[in-house]
Structure formats: structure tokens, C-alpha cells
């Protein structure tokens, strides 16, 4: 602020010598005007990055140390020891580091232990089985951000068993699991709400003797869990659908199999939850199909591929993100000749061949399907064989095209690539102009272009093949050694490539190279690690994915010996401003947990300036945010009525002032205003409410709101009727 005040101070000094000495005078306000950048910019740099040990006491070796991140980024669980030559905790703590650690299991001997860590998808909830060999394992759930003891959400009744294949439904409600509760060495399926409000209930039923439940799946939805195995007769497997909370019982979806057949285990929901697609052999012993049939319902599976050979069947196959469509490759025609064909979800229509014909020996080895359901991109020895190119084809059948551009002899493309997020263009590595020297490349998924990625390569560079998208289709972030042979850094070119690459990474030491790298979920940061310092010293950075500002080390200052395996589990929160990592730190060999965050002024205000309510509809509420969730300290804000037209009290509405909190966690809070339907017709009226006294948090705009009530009211006033009377002269 002070310079700001220097600045502005010198702006009027200019402005008021004389006109002779105002040229003189430019070259020093320039000079002022670009140190206030350089000491503006300084600051920001250095005072917006903070790093903290989150594991306080908490320590451990590479095995005992893990840790996972809530989906919203504000909590982080870890595992870890109190003292060294005790059993391992397990713990949880704010992301940022506001809270000592909370233990969430019970101390316990050696030869127990916990595992099957998750966090549920809404971030309340954290799940783990607890193990001791003279008990069954337990299933706990423990909400975050609370003091309270975790909740055993297995029955107690249960003497033993081991609990296998836990999985927490997307909406985060429900836990599922694999248990040999009833039946030793019989594992069957079972369901429990997360927050332990009722007991777990069995999605099955009974099996046959050496029958089991082998593998399920939730539904998107959350609604059902899909399941395999051999519970009718043993060893023959079929598929099932019950509702997730086991208020009916389960269908057998898989229909009637012919003696011999099997459902195979590769079924799948689609992404709206209504069907299954799956594959079996169950017309025709050996023959493997695809069918689809509803997720619920007394409906028969309906068959989506054509006719096959005898010796033919279907191979691999995939759920259009649209659930329109399912995808899959069979040698519907020649023996061991794998083909790509597409099929409505519910049948109905034939299925269609999406590819040319092969040369001979030709194979569909790979296939994804475009984000937007359009088209399907395939990797092919389609013209020569096993010379392997990418092609791209309608969903629904239609003129294919090659993505890729002319090959070198020898030349072939990479098997693996990815398709952007936008569904625009394809990315593919290929030593398409040099045998044996790979580059990177990006294609219009319709085949109309394609373009090189990065900078010419120095003799003997390469392109890895670990480049990723960024999340908002706008880059693409590769390493290579394409400055200095062997020596791997890190690169971001624009999708189109329409501007050349940038590289990331910094200086590196001599004989330094970036290891490896991921995005944060905004697509705006990359996160590496490179021995950039010291060769064979690797420490982590983060980069702006566009190149536009310098990378900036995380970690904090390194042990002698702090190297190398420290930064494991690493964890970016979703707006990339936390990053969690496991380090040796502070002393060689023992592992701590610690985050590096941007320090962000907490701020306060309404979420619009104006909001509008009928006067009839009994209240109106309107929110107030906080720009990130508070943290440990309390956040408060006083609100009242300033203004407006309307009159309170209970005349137009009705608003006591008061105070709103933020606990620790919590980002929004509302207010409600009472209204009155009156029944006077007066118009619209307006009230202005203000926000004032803010606690550990800063008003920002909007902090005045104003609601205006919308009357409902018409003037309903009787009709004027004229009286005519006849008009007499007096004679």
C-alpha cells in the first residue's frame, strides 16, 4: 500500500511542474512505476506460498506413511506411527494444517492393523476395515471435520470373517462389500448406509454350496449394484441386480443359459444406470455374445452383435458416454480377424461395422470412444499389416479417415493416446517422419489436420509417452529430451499448435532431469519433480501449465540425504492451490506429511447484489460465501435490514438482524426474510440488507444486497356505471 502511495504521490508531483519540466520528469516515473512492479511482483511470490508439516507428531517409513486427500480438497486421512517401534494410527487433519491430528482408530497391537482406506466421493466420510486375527475384520466409518468416534458399520453379532472388495456408492451413502461373515471361504454382498444409521443388510441370496459372489458394481446412480457369480449352481456364473439399500430382492438378469454357459466377467452399467451389457456364452456353448438387458425389470437380455463364425467371438467392449451406444470387437467374420463394431444400447437395429476392410493379417487392436459420443478413434494395422495407424469413424457408421500423417518407413503409431476432453482433437506419439525417433502429435478428431507438437529433437531425443491433456482441452504437457540427449525436462505446447512449446521446468542440475509430473485438476498447474538443485536430489515443483510464470519449489528445505523416494503421495486439492506430500524432510528416513498452499485472505460477501422474491411465497433466502470453506478460526458476520421501500416489523416482511458463523469447513450460510402477502396493491418494494463486522474474514463485494418483493396484488376496484336522466324544459 505504501508504494502505492509513493506512486501516486509522484503522478501528482508530475503533474504539477512546469510544462518544460514534465519530459524530465517521464523518465523518473517510469523508472518508479517499473520498481513497484518488481517489488509488487517479489512479494506476491514470497508471500503467498506457505509450507507446513500437517503430520505433527505423526512419523513413519515409506510403508507405514500413506496418505489420501478428500475430493474437496479440505481434509486429508494418513497413516503413520506415534513413536517409533509402535503400531501404525490412522489419523485425519485439515489440509492446510490448522489442527493437530485426530486418531481415528483404536490403539492396537502389531498384529493388527487397518486397510481399505476411502474417502467418500461428498467428502464426509472416511471408511477403513480394522484387522485383528483373533476377530473379524471390522468395517468403521468416521465423519471429518468432527471430534466424534468413528462408527462400526459391520455387525457386531458376527464372530468371525473377512471383509474384501469395499467399495462406497457415488452419491457417498452407501458402503458395499465382499464378506465371509455367515459361510467361511463364502464371500457374499453386502450393504450398509456410510453413516451407520442402520445394519448391513445381505444383497444376495443364499448361495449353493461352493457358491459365491466374485465381482459387482455400483450403479451411477447409486440405486443398484450390479453382481457376478455362481450362487444357483456352482462354478456356473451368472449375473444379478438388487437394489443398493436391499429393500427388494435381487433379479437374475443374465436370463436362461445354455447348458455350459457362462456370463463372463467383464459386465458394465451404463452411465444413465439403466441397462447392463455384458458378454456370455449363453445360446451356444463357447460362442461368447454380447447382450444388454435393463438394470431392473422382468425383461429378457436382447443380443447386439451379429452373426459370428463358429469360431468367432466377441473380444472387448465399451458404453458410449451418451448411453446411446455400445461398442465392441469380435471376428464376426474371419477367425482371429478382430473388427470394430458399434450397436444401439437397447438393440433394436443391427449392429454396424465402423471399419474398412483389412489387409491381411490386419487388426482393430485399440478403440476409444470421443467425450461427446460422436465418433470412435482406432488404432489399426488397417492398410498394412502391422504397420499400425490411428483412424477415426462416425459412431453410428460412415466414412473413416486417417489421423495420423504419412509414415516413414518403419514408422509406426504409439498404441496408447489420448482423445481431449472437448472432444475436438486426438494426441498420439508416432516416429512418423523418423524411424525410432517418437514425437508428438496432434490430429482434428474429424482427420482434417494434423500437427507436430514439439521443438525439432536433438539426435537421439524422444518424446516420453507419459504426456497428458490438460482437464480444460487447452494443452498438452510432454516431456522429452529434446534439448540435450538424455536429459528429460518438461514441455506444454497448445493443442492446436498453433505457438511452440514452452518448457516448465527451471535450470536443471547438471546430469538433472524431470522425473515425472501430473496436472491439478483446473488444468492450470503442473506439479513435477526434478533434481533441478542437485543431481540425484529430486524435490517438487509446480509450474504454470502455460509457461506464463516460473516454476516454484513446493517442498521446503531439504535434510542431507532428504531425497529421492520423500515425495510420494502426492495430492493436489481441485482449485490446485494445496499440495499434500509425504517428505523425509526434516530427518533422513523418517517420513512426514506437509503442505504447501498460496495464503489467500478469507473474504465475505453475498453471492449476488440483487435478488427478487413474490410477496406471496412466504420467505425469501438469500446466501452469503465465503471465497474458500473457513478453517480453524470461526469466521462471523453481522447482516441487518439498511434500506429499502418495504416496511419491516411484519408489515411488508420480517428481519431481525443477527449473525451468521463459518465453522471450520463450511463456505456458505443463508438468511431468510419472512414476507407478508399484505393483499394492498402498493407495486414492488425493496429491501437492503447489509453485511458489517466481519470476524477473522475481510467484506468484500457484493456485501449490500437488495431483495425486491414482487407485489401480487391488482386494483380490483368496482366498475363506474353512467346514470342518464332525460333532460325536461319548463314551459
Request: with cysteine.
Amino acid at each position: 500500500m505504501p508504494v502505492f502511495r509513493v506512486l501516486f504521490c509522484s503522478f501528482v508531483f508530475v503533474r504539477s511542474v512546469l510544462p518544460g519540466e514534465k519530459k524530465r520528469a517521464l523518465p523518473f516515473l517510469t523508472a518508479l512505476f517499473a520498481l513497484w512492479v518488481t517489488v509488487a511482483m517479489t512479494t506476491t511470490a514470497s508471500a503467498s506460498m506457505i509450507n507446513r508439516k500437517i503430520s505433527g507428531t505423526v512419523l513413519g517409513y515409506v510403508g507405514a506413511l500413506e496418505s489420501w486427500m478428500s475430493p474437496d480438497g479440505q481434509w486429508v486421512v494418513f497413516s503413520g506411527l506415534t513413536a517409533i517401534g509402535e503400531p501404525r494410527g490412522l489419523f485425519w487433519t485439515p489440509a492446510d494444517g490448522s489442527e493437530t491430528p485426530t486418531r481415528l482408530d483404536s490403539p492396537h497391537s502389531h498384529d493388527s492393523d487397518f486397510r481399505d482406506v476411502i474417502i467418500t466421493p461428498d467428502s464426509s466420510h472416511v471408511l477403513f476395515i480394522a484387522s485383528d486375527p483373533s476377530l473379524p475384520d471390522r468395517l468403521f466409518s468416521a465423519e471429518l471435520g468432527t471430534s466424534s468416534p468413528p462408527v462400526q458399520l459391520s455387525d457386531p453379532l458376527y464372530s468371525a470373517g473377512a471383509i474384501i472388495e469395499l467399495q462406497v456408492s457415488p452419491d457417498g451413502k452407501y458402503a458395499v462389500f465382499l464378506a465371509d461373515f455367515e459361510i467361511d471361504n463364502t464371500y457374499q454382498l453386502y450393504s450398509v448406509p456410510v453413516d451407520g444409521s442402520a445394519l448391513p443388510v445381505r444383497l444376495n441370496e443364499s448361495p449353493v454350496t461352493g457358491g459365491d459372489v466374485w465381482e459387482y458394481a455400483i450403479s451411477p446412480d447409486s440405486t443398484h449394484v450390479v453382481y457376478w457369480g455362481d450362487l444357483e449352481t456352482d462354478e456356473v456364473y451368472e449375473l444379478y441386480s438388487a437394489p443398493i439399500d436391499g429393500s427388494t430382492g435381487p433379479d437374475k438378469r443374465s436370463g436362461p443359459l445354455v447348458s455350459g454357459g457362462d456370463v463372463e466377467r467383464d459386465f458394465a452399467i451404463s452411465p444413465d444406470s439403466s441397462r447392463i451389457v455384458f458378454r456370455a456364452d449363453k445360446d451356444v456353448d463357447g460362442l461368447v455374445e454380447l447382450y444388454s438387458v435393463p438394470i431392473q425389470g422382468s425383461s429378457l437380455p436382447t443380443k447386439l452383435n451379429g452373426p459370428l463364425i463358429p469360431t468367432g467371438r466377441v473380444f472387448r467392449f465399451t458404453i458410449s458416454p451418451d448411453s446411446n451406444r455400445v461398442l465392441y470387437l469380435a471376428d464376426e467374420d474371419t477367425d482371429d480377424v478382430w473388427e470394430l463394431y458399434s450397436a444401439p444400447l437397447e438393440g433394436g437395429s443391427a449392429a454396424v461395422k465402423l471399419n474398412p476392410p483389412l489387409v491381411s493379417g490386419g487388426n482393430i487392436f485399440e478403440f476409444q470412444v470421443t467425450p461427446d459420443s460422436t465418433r470412435v478413434v482406432y488404432h489399426a494395422d488397417q492398410l498394412n499389416d502391422e504397420v499400425y495407424e490411428l483412424g477415426s469413424v462416425p459412431i453410428e457408421g460412415g466414412q473413416g479417415v486417417r489421423l495420423n500423417g504419412p509414415l516413414a518407413a518403419g514408422g509406426d503409431v504409439d498404441r496408447e493416446f489420448l482423445i481431449s476432453p472437448d472432444s475436438s482433437r486426438v494426441i498420439y506419439r508416432a516416429d512418423q517422419e523418423t524411424d525410432e525417433v517418437y514425437e508428438l502429435y496432434s490430429a482434428r478428431v474429424d482427420g482434417s489436420d494434423w500437427v507436430k507438437l514439439n521443438a525439432p529433437l536433438i539426435i537421439g531425443g524422444d518424446v516420453e509417452d507419459d504426456y497428458q491433456i490438460a482437464p480444460d482441452s487447452s494443452r498438452v504437457v510432454y516431456r522429452a529430451d529434446q534439448e540435450v540427449n538424455n536429459v528429460y525436462e518438461l514441455y506444454s505446447a497448445p493443442l492446436d499448435g498453433l505457438a511452440p512449446p514452452e518448457k516448465l521446468n527451471g535450470a536443471l542440475a547438471q546430469n538433472g532431469d524431470v522425473d515425472s509430473f501430473t496436472f491439478s485438476e483446473d488444468g492450470r498447474w503442473a506439479i513435477y519433480l526434478a533434481d533441478e538443485s542437485s543431481d540425484g536430489v529430486y524435490e517438487l515443483y509446480r509450474a504454470d501449465a502455460a509457461g506464463a510464470e516460473p516454476a516454484m519449489k513446493l517442498n521446503g528445505p531439504l535434510v542431507s540425504g532428504g531425497d529421492g523416494e520423500s515425495f510420494s503421495h502426492v495430492a493436489i486439492s481441485p482449485d490446485g492451490r494445496r499440495t499434500v506430500y509425504r517428505a523425509d524432510q526434516e530427518t533422513d528416513g523418517l517420513y512426514e506429511l506437509y503442505v504447501t498452499y498460496e495464503e489467500q485472505e478469507l473474504t465475505v460477501s453475498f453471492t449476488a447484489e440483487s435478488a427478487s422474491a413474490p410477496e406471496d411465497g412466504g420467505s425469501a433466502t438469500v446466501i452469503v460465501q465465503l471465497n474458500e470453506p473457513a478453517g480453524a478460526a470461526t469466521v462471523a458476520v453481522d447482516y441487518a435490514v439498511t434500506g429499502g421501500t418495504a416496511s419491516g416489523g411484519g408489515v411488508d416482511f420480517d428481519l431481525a438482524s443477527g449473525t451468521l458463523l463459518f465453522a471450520q469447513g463450511v463456505i456458505s450460510q443463508t438468511i431468510t426474510i419472512n414476507l407478508v402477502d399484505d393483499g394492498l396493491v402498493e407495486g414492488d418494494e425493496t429491501v437492503v440488507i447489509s453485511l458489517s463486522n466481519p470476524q477473522n474474514a475481510s467484506l468484500t463485494s457484493p456485501d449490500t444486497l437488495t431483495l425486491t418483493i414482487v407485489d401480487d396484488d391488482t386494483d380490483e376496484a368496482a366498475p363506474a356505471y353512467g346514470v342518464f336522466l332525460p333532460l325536461l324544459r319548463r314551459e
